[in-house]
């Protein structure tokens, strides 16, 4: 058993088409929740390979990416060395960051949320994000709330390919506890590149469960530091904002800093 995040270039991969919906919604989200102040410094906890960091690095904000992967952030770092763009890259905890200035704004999408897996330890990430950025500064959240007739033992798969190389994804629940609020997922991953050459990644890793009336509530508490401003899903469209329900299962949060 490996652990995925210790092969940021396939992880990268399985991600980066999503990657250009995403920083214009962050752009989009600025304008309709900033619009009377400028956003140029970012923060993502969370950064992993780092593909958001570099494409709004490469946009012009500056960016501090934070992560507790150090083969994440080396990958990261020899990325922005190559498109010769800078960002600050931070190894530590995103449930108590400390940093010497304020941010404009945060992100964190895809679930890297979830991997908190106590309320205790969500609401000490949600307190850290807030006390490092401005009054005004806005969260954008993205995570997957589960449905009350979520199926169990749900498997997604998908392939993704870049210089030469085909990664085939799988995605299987092997354990879900409604109770503990938690899931274990087994992330799959079968890389073949142009010569021919097959490497196999198999990991499993635990994601704490949501369903709308529990992100609700978790937002509830930090009510003293956050608003929540809207609600949208994955397809990013900052015209369509989203009703808070159980029909809203993959959701991106707008909170603002008191």
Not at 16 to 26: G, S
Not at 117 to 132: F, P, V
Not at 142 to 152: E, K, L, R
Request: hydrophobic content about 35%; glycine content about 4%.
């Amino acid at each position: 058993m490996e652990n995925w995040y210790d092969y940021p270039q396939y992880f990268d991969m399985v991600f980066r088409d999503e990657t250009r919906a995403e920083v214009e919604f962050f752009e989009q989200a600025f304008e309709r929740f900033r619009s009377d102040v400028p956003t140029t410094k970012l923060l993502e906890p969370g950064c992993g390979s780092g593909r958001l960091v570099a494409e709004m690095a490469a946009r012009g904000y500056e960016l501090t990416g934070l992560d507790l992967s150090q083969p994440m952030l080396d990958y990261l770092r020899k990325r922005l060395a190559r498109r010769k763009i800078d960002a600050t890259l931070v190894q530590g905890d995103m449930t108590k960051m400390e940093f010497p200035e304020p941010f404009h704004a945060a992100f964190c999408t895809f679930n890297t949320f979830r991997h908190l897996l106590s309320e205790a330890d969500a609401e000490s990430h949600l307190r850290s994000i807030a006390e490092n950025l401005v009054s005004g500064g806005i969260y954008i959240l993205g995570f997957h709330c589960i449905p009350m007739d979520a199926d169990p033992e749900s498997t997604e798969r998908w392939t993704a390919s870049h210089g030469g190389t085909k990664v085939h994804v799988t995605l299987k629940v092997i354990d879900f506890n409604r109770r503990k609020r938690q899931e274990t997922l087994r992330a799959s991953i079968k890389a073949q590149t142009r010569s021919g050459k097959i490497h196999r990644v198999r990991s499993e890793f635990p994601l704490r469960l949501y369903t709308i009336a529990q992100a609700k509530s978790l937002f509830r508490k930090v009510e003293d530091q956050f608003e929540l401003q809207a609600a949208y899903d994955f397809d990013y469209d900052i015209d369509e904002p989203r009703r808070m329900d159980d029909d809203l299962v993959d959701a991106v949060f707008i909170l603002k800093r008191r």
